[in-house]
């Protein structure tokens, strides 16, 4: 049986980092591929969440689109528009990875206490993650999409019937987004580049 991460239009698995420089057109991919991750915890209250994102990834992807060769590795995309006054994609390059950088903790920490139901695990990686960037106005819409998180065991078979593999497969695909976003904010920090945005 196929699994979420089967029916995957790209997996960050799959996203190409040649000498640390990761491929945009295959980030982007994977990226839309884990907002539909939010779709299997069933709740409205994460449509912000995916509205974020996906806000995002346009932002990245137009700047791909206008200019390939210059936008070719998510690295040489914020290069691109080091100078310039407008800096929509490096901006929505940021905020996207926070965004990544929260599902991945979500879920790393789903992996590593077995013990512990979603509306936990999801709250207290939002306090680790996110939570530092939001003012009044959005925390508690986040605090509420974590309280509207599913049971543990229904999120899972939402994953896929076979849990093994599941299993194997989401470990696989976390590795994966936690090398491909501590990538990314290396070379933001590296450049001060996520300065004032």
């Given at each position: 049986?196929?699994?979420?991460?089967?029916?995957?239009?790209?997996?960050?698995?799959?996203?190409?980092?040649?000498?640390?420089?990761?491929?945009?057109?295959?980030?982007?991919?994977?990226?839309?591929?884990?907002?539909?991750?939010?779709?299997?915890?069933?709740?409205?209250?994460?449509?912000?969440?995916?509205?974020?994102?996906?806000?995002?990834?346009?932002?990245?992807?137009t700047k791909f689109l206008a200019e390939p060769l210059a936008a070719g590795t998510l690295q040489d995309l914020v290069l691109s528009e080091k100078d310039a006054k407008k800096k929509d994609a490096?901006?929505?390059?940021?905020?996207?990875?926070?965004?990544?950088?929260?599902?991945?903790?979500?879920?790393?920490?789903?992996?590593?206490?077995?013990?512990?139901?979603?509306?936990?695990?999801?709250?207290?990686?939002?306090?680790?993650?996110?939570?530092?960037?939001?003012?009044?106005?959005?925390?508690?819409?986040?605090?509420?999409?974590?309280?509207?998180?599913?049971?543990?065991?229904?999120?899972?078979?939402?994953?896929?019937?076979?849990?093994?593999?599941?299993?194997?497969?989401?470990?696989?695909?976390?590795?994966?987004?936690?090398?491909?976003?501590?990538?990314?904010?290396?070379?933001?920090?590296?450049?001060?580049?996520?300065?004032?945005?």
């Amino acid at each position: 049986m196929a699994t979420f991460f089967d029916n995957m239009n790209k997996s960050f698995v799959d996203v190409p980092v040649v000498d640390g420089k990761i491929d945009t057109a295959a980030f982007l991919d994977a990226s839309e591929s884990l907002v539909k991750l939010f779709d299997l915890l069933g709740s409205s209250a994460f449509s912000v969440v995916q509205n974020d994102m996906n806000g995002n990834i346009k932002k990245i992807r137009t700047k791909f689109l206008a200019e390939p060769l210059a936008a070719g590795t998510l690295q040489d995309l914020v290069l691109s528009e080091k100078d310039a006054k407008k800096k929509d994609a490096t901006q929505g390059l940021l905020w996207l990875s926070r965004g990544l950088q929260f599902t991945a903790q979500s879920l790393r920490e789903t992996v590593d206490t077995p013990d512990a139901e979603l509306t936990k695990t999801f709250t207290d990686a939002y306090g680790k993650t996110l939570s530092k960037y939001h003012g009044m106005l959005i925390k508690p819409v986040f605090k509420l999409a974590m309280k509207a998180c599913p049971y543990r065991k229904d999120f899972y078979a939402k994953l896929g019937s076979d849990q093994t593999k599941v299993d194997v497969q989401l470990q696989e695909w976390l590795v994966a987004v936690e090398k491909i976003v501590a990538n990314i904010f290396a070379f933001f920090e590296s450049g001060n580049y996520g300065k004032g945005l």
